[in-house]
């Protein structure tokens, strides 16, 4: 009959593709406090330019809260995302 790790396809369902799949699940999220976003536009801005940095996965900005959200792959460097808030015209305050 048939072995228990693989589909009738002939496909096998162990292996590394579980561990592969758990690790690139995996990441880091960390918020910050950034200073003088006020619109749409700051969102976009802020999504780009902390978007375009190495490892970073997602960014959330809340311009209520003046909280920007960054998950990313490994612990994020605190002072890249620092400089190119700066660039865009904002001030990261620290981490929230």
Do not use: F, N, Q
Not at 35 to 51: D, E, N, Q, Y
Not at 67 to 91: H, M
């Amino acid at each position: 009959m048939s072995s228990s790790c693989c589909s009738t396809d002939g496909t096998c369902s162990t292996g590394t593709t579980g561990a592969a799949t758990a690790t690139a699940t995996e990441s880091v999220t960390t918020a910050y406090a950034v200073s003088g976003m006020t619109c749409g536009h700051c969102k976009a801005t802020l999504t780009k330019v902390i978007g375009e940095l190495d490892g970073v996965t997602g960014v959330d900005v809340d311009l209520d809260t003046g909280r920007v959200t960054v998950t990313s792959v490994t612990e994020p460097d605190d002072t890249a995302i620092a400089e190119v808030v700066d660039e865009a015209g904002y001030e990261l305050t620290g981490r929230a």
